[in-house]
């Protein structure tokens, strides 16, 4: 029995108990130019996975969730969302993702049988989180977009292969950004 203290701790939701494991860090490697053995890529999540910021006309009875002082809500659809993360974030090595203006980076989930695309957020740095790692990669955010902002088109964003990403990332290089209106 691990008595490790989990990363998000548990939410009292409805009555339910709401764990968070399928959220905890983890690792994965990734061969690039720079590394050809591999990289290791340390993941890092944020709760604002499964949270909503707060707003009392959508929220009148929210399970709080706090990030650094800031009150958020608990979001079922975020939270069910959250489960598929682990898996389209190890899918990483083969994809392509978008820089967005704000220099951090989105994967776009093509829409599934429920016709919406699945944003997620992300940023990546040299070295890693609580161990040794070539990049660390916080996801920042995950969710359908609701129309609540404008969100920019994949042609406004610049297009890059992730591995080029952490290639990058780890030689310590800056990508350039593309931004078109």
């Known amino acids: 029995m691990s008595t490790a ?9 409805a009555g339910q108990t709401i764990d968070f494991a399928h959220l905890e860090p983890f690792q994965f490697t990734i061969a690039t130019m720079a590394r050809p053995k591999g990289a290791v890529v340390d993941v ?6 499964f949270s909503d910021a707060y707003d009392p006309a959508r929220h009148p009875n929210p399970v709080d969730v706090w ?5 958020r809500a608990f979001d079922q659809s975020r939270y069910d969302l959250s489960r598929g ?7 990483l090595p083969a994809a392509s993702v978008f ?15 429920d016709a919406q695309e699945y ?3 992300f940023n990546v740095k040299r070295g890693g989180g609580a161990v040794d790692a070539d990049v660390s990669l916080f996801v920042e955010s995950a969710y359908y977009p609701d ?3 404008p969100l920019l088109k994949p042609s406004q964003m610049t297009k890059v292969k992730f591995a080029l990403l952490v290639d ?9 950004f593309q931004y078109r209106r």
């Open 5 to 13: 203290k989990p990363f998000f701790a548990p939410l009292l939701v």
């Open 44 to 49: 890092r999540f944020s709760n604002h996975c």
């Open 67 to 71: 990030d650094r002082g800031q009150r």
């Open 85 to 91: 993360l682990k898996p389209i974030i190890e899918a």
């Open 99 to 113: 820089q967005t203006p704000e220099a951090n980076f989105v994967r776009i989930v093509p829409p599934g049988d």
């Open 119 to 121: 944003r997620i957020y």
């Open 147 to 149: 129309g609540r902002k």
């Open 168 to 176: 990058k990332t780890v030689r310590g290089e800056k990508l350039r």
